[in-house]
């Protein structure tokens, strides 16, 4: 029987990994150690028997748990790649300045965090053995904010305008019909999945507005109550707008030269 | 876990959770953020790279084993580390020569690298670029060197001297005015001042 997570939620209960990723690890407990290994080393997502990297965490700590040194090193290994596999997609050299030196600031910053779970000190490798990817994705999140470069270089258009700079009423017309006004369009999973894709591209700044707006947040409110996108990013309402539309017109451009291709 | 811990929780913990969640959709990203308004913009650019992540391919060969060794050295390095240890000194292992030299690779004197060992320099006014070279030379990452350097400044013991006031810790001054007074050529001065954020 896989051990429980021992990672507790706020209303004091365990944390649980999904019923999918459980039967992997009954699956694999039956195997022997060399095939399991040989099953871990199955690097592309798309190969048949690709073990979820939620399975190697499990694996990995038990290994250390168990003092086999070597069975440790090798998933460790494996694990890393897996990762650094992925850190090449998000965070490429035409994407990125200095990308090389950010993805191995990553990769050094988990090893930490691997060392100090075998410490026992932190229980944070829980989550990873949920949901890997998102689990990766927040730790990401957090290092980059920390670590990476302040723009992104791939923008699509010129947006080095300052965001006091009013922008035309015309250009806001447009932006908040392409973001707001065909409810039904938005609703459509391949468009939706191909916005998505083009949000990619955006800054950061311009990035985070229209990921609020498509989650059906709105720009400003006069209750103080209501949560809204200038109130969570702690900018004033007319930079929100400007964010908006500068993100709108770079949108458009991306998507009608998708769909010219 | 109580709730007093909870209010603890570092940003990391907090966007690790968030992860987890069945669903990142308004409802939930809501909740994260009245009960951590501290870290609302790391939760809302959490959220949107959760939702971006789907549309991306990670079937991108990599070939060298560089990183990974890298990364393999980094955990040996604190696995092994003394439980104790909160924030370690990456100067410590240097011998005098050790000094001199990675202050020749970084293109400064001993006396701004005495600075920055002493933590006598405001880690905050430190560019982030000079943070990550540090790191890079010193075989750690750029977060643990940043975490010794925004430590306390410290009152260096095994130093020598004889004084007739009591030693004290030294006033911190920000990067740019250690730049100044640090006995530095112009041109190095000008390299430093090129990499401010």
């Known amino acids: ?107 050094d910053r988990f090893a930490e965090r691997i060392a100090k779970d075998c410490k026992g000190r932190t229980g944070l490798l829980d989550f990873y053995e949920i949901r890997f990817d998102k689990a990766f994705a927040a730790f990401r999140t957090s290092a980059l904010r920390q670590i990476g470069p302040s723009v992104v270089d791939m923008v699509p258009l010129g947006t080095n305008e300052d965001d006091g700079l009013e922008i035309s009423a015309e250009v806001e017309a447009a932006a908040a019909d392409f973001l707001g006004g065909d409810p039904e369009k938005l609703d459509d999973p391949a468009f939706r999945l191909e916005l998505t894709a083009a949000i990619d591209c955006l800054p950061d700044d311009q990035k985070q507005v229209v990921g609020l707006l498509l989650q059906g947040f709105q720009i400003d409110s006069k209750d103080k109550n209501v949560m809204t996108i200038a109130r969570i990013l702690q900018c004033d309402e007319r930079t929100v707008r400007n964010r908006r539309d500068r993100a709108s017109k770079a949108l458009k451009a991306i998507l009608q030269k998708e769909n010219a291709l | ?123 905050a006014t430190i560019p982030r670029r000079f943070v990550q070279r540090l790191a890079s030379e010193l075989g750690a990452t750029a977060e643990s060197v940043m975490e010794y350097l925004q430590s306390p400044p410290a009152m260096v013991s095994g130093h020598s001297f004889r004084s007739s006031v009591k030693p004290a810790v030294t006033e911190q001054i920000s990067f740019a005015e250690a730049i100044e007074k640090s006995q530095l050529t112009l041109a190095q001065q000008d390299a430093l001042k090129a990499l401010q954020d």
């Open chain 1, 1 to 107: 029987m896989p051990e429980p997570l021992k990672r507790k939620k706020k209303d004091g209960t365990s944390y649980e990994r999904p019923p999918e990723i459980e039967a992997w690890l009954k699956k694999l407990e039956t195997v022997e150690v060399a095939e399991r290994l040989r099953q871990f080393a199955t690097l592309s997502r798309k190969s048949l028997g690709h073990v979820p990297s939620e399975a190697l965490v499990y694996f990995l700590r038990r290994a250390w748990a168990e003092g086999m040194q070597g069975d440790f090193e090798k998933i460790f290994r494996i694990l890393m790649k897996r990762i650094e596999q992925s850190l090449c997609s998000v965070i490429s050299d035409s994407r990125m300045a200095g990308a090389r030196g950010i993805r191995e600031e990553i990769m």
């Open chain 2, 1 to 123: 876990m109580t709730a007093e811990q909870y209010s603890r929780l570092s940003e990391e913990e907090v966007l690790l959770a968030f992860s987890v969640e069945p669903t990142h959709d308004r409802k939930t990203l809501e909740q994260y953020l009245r009960e951590y308004p501290e870290h609302a913009k790391a939760l809302a650019a959490c959220s949107i790279e959760l939702m971006v992540d789907a549309t991306r391919s990670d079937d991108v060969a990599v070939t060298s084993e560089d990183a990974v060794d890298r990364a393999w050295q980094r955990f040996q390095t604190v696995v092994s580390q003394p439980g104790d240890v909160l924030v370690t000194n990456p100067f410590a292992m240097l011998n005098p020569t050790a000094f001199k030299s990675l202050a020749k690779k970084l293109d400064i004197n001993n006396l701004l690298l005495i600075r920055l060992r002493d933590r006598a320099i405001v880690a």
